[in-house]
Nanobody, 124 residues
Framework: QVQLVESGGGLVQAGGSLRLSCAAS????????MGWFRQAPGKEREFVAV????????DYADSVKGRFTISRDNAKNTVALQMNSLKPEDTAIYYC?????????????????WGQGTQVTVSS
């Protein structure tokens, strides 16, 4: 098992920045693909970003490309999501997820481990 704990959420004005962090414990972290997803009220969970196990490959949803950056530190067992130029439509609960199979994917159903989520609220 891998336990994931997100932190860093909060309330920010439009145009501001937040940095989310996800700390992993349990089984080996460095061989896991890690992703960030989000879910807004009344909407389905959606893909935000994914990073390969080595950190050498990333992918982003079109809605956040150029504004968000995913990164990881395998020595510290952490993955981060730097969010800049935030918009009210970025308001959601953000989830960190881990995948055993080492192929990055946008499909939430393909992830094996999930954190509890952290709330991000962007005011206009």
């Amino acid at each position: 098992q891998v336990q994931l704990v997100e932190s860093g959420g909060g309330l920010v004005q439009a145009g501001g920045s937040l940095r989310l962090s996800c700390a992993a414990s349990g089984r080996t972290f460095s061989d896991k693909v890690m992703g960030w997803f989000r879910q807004a009220p009344g909407k389905e969970r959606e893909f935000v970003a994914v990073i390969s196990s080595s950190g050498g490959s990333t992918d982003y949803a079109d809605s956040v490309k150029g504004r968000f950056t995913i990164s990881r530190d395998n020595a510290k067992n952490t993955v981060a999501l730097q969010m800049n130029s935030l918009k009210p439509e970025d308001t959601a609960i953000y989830y960190c997820a881990g995948r055993v199979v080492s192929i990055p994917t946008r499909r939430a159903q393909a992830y094996d481990y999930w954190g509890q989520g952290t709330q991000v609220t962007v005011s206009s």
